[in-house]
């Protein structure tokens, strides 16, 4: 099988030292029945004698047969398969196919998503395939079963995991959570972690989370872990990433409104996306362009049209001229709140790129299709996908951006300056840390509901009013969780 046709249908098969620890935490005795809904070549079931997989394909089927001869095979969809089966296990093991939604829609989204609804998770549509999985195989469990899972990390912060958390807690007597640093699979970009939860029917009043740096494995599970309250959990938006600081850090964090001027981004401004116009590169034009085309100046606007171009504090003058010498396609064609049109423009959209322009799905869903919405000019820029950290960057230039940063609006007047100063301290560094989410490759991503609970120190800090070394070392952890040197 290609490497993408595996990706479409999560086929990645965990080392085996992960199977063989996982299944020494069920523990299962020997008439224990134990199900891998997602079994691939069988490496679960075949540790145990009396066990049943089930696999979307062929091929893994066969392989599992061959390992584990005397397992029970199922070659089906999971979903389907749990709709049918009367069948009820004592424990469950495996590591369910983790296809983004994207990919995972149609009739099987659909039918996952009903079958959750009917176990008590409801999940949006936004879900990836794997925690579906896991709520209908805990849907299989008879009273008191347990359950051990290899789990992408976003289980500590997707927010369709929060729905997962949620039903585990509500369902299980006992939830285990085992981050770990190294990656497991070398060839993915996503990290994953552990799960484990005993007692099916039961309710858990913490959850319990042991951070590694890396797996080893174990018959029996890490020590010293922490137990996180439902109350502290829920308090966090079921957000189980930020626990993996040491507590140590997370209180300081949580006690600094009380610290001097620290605010929450969201209370002193918008933050949201920018336009999205439907066709970029029509509607973006080169100086030079919109100078042979004749389009008026009146009708441009200069446009923030990527994060790369925030590298300085602030966009200015300088800035745009930069742009406008090096001819970068920067000019936004806004032809908002227009009676007529100008006949150099009228030519443009007629033109065949217009033509291919108003094609497009966004441009035939609006009237009129040229008039791109939601032009404004913000106080501010902010990129949301970053290495090392995101830029705020003051508009000075009444510049106008696109959805590839976010645009910030003041609520009330204060200097951008102060703005961006702000947004260099460390407190809000390690803010970001906690508030934003990573992508993979080291990467850091901030939607626009995280970056409203960033903390901002506002004014001066002349007693250094903060513990430097403290955050910093919260940022630095932060930080090697996700990959970023
Ligand atoms: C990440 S692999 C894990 C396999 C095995 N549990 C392991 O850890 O080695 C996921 C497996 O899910 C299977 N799969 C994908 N979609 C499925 C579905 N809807 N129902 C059942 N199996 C599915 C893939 O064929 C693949 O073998």
Redesign the pocket.
Known sequence: MSRSAAKL??????PEG??STLVNWLAPSATDRLL??????G??ISLHRNSVG????AI?CVQARLRAPWATIHE????E?AKGTSERFDCIA??????RYHNFSGT?RRQALELCAQNGAKFSALTS?WAP?LVVAAGLLRPGGKMAF?VPAEIGHANYSATLLDFLITHFERVVVVAIKEKIFSDLSEDVWLLFATGKGGKARFVELAALEKFVASPSLPANMKKISVRALRENRMRLRRFILPDSILDYYANLPEKGRVVDFGSIARIGIGYVTGANDFFHLRPSEAKRLRIPDSLLKVSVRKGDQLRSRHVDSKCVESWIQADEPVMLLDLNGLKSLPSAVRNYLDSEAGRGAKRTYKCSNREPWYAVPDVFEPDAFLSYMSGKRPHLVGNRAGCVCTNSVHAVRLKRRMSLDRLVQAWEHPVCSLSIELEGHPLGGGLLKIEPGEANRILLVLGEDPKNNYDYELLKRGIDIAQSWRHCA
Do not use: E, H, M, T
Request: with cysteine; aromatic share 22%.
């Open positions: 249908i999560g086929q990645f098969y965990s992960v199977a891998d809904p997602s079994c691939g070549d490496r679960f089930v696999d979307v394909s893994s089906s969809n999971f979903f398969w495996g590591n369910p196919p983790f296809i099987l395939s999985f290899v």
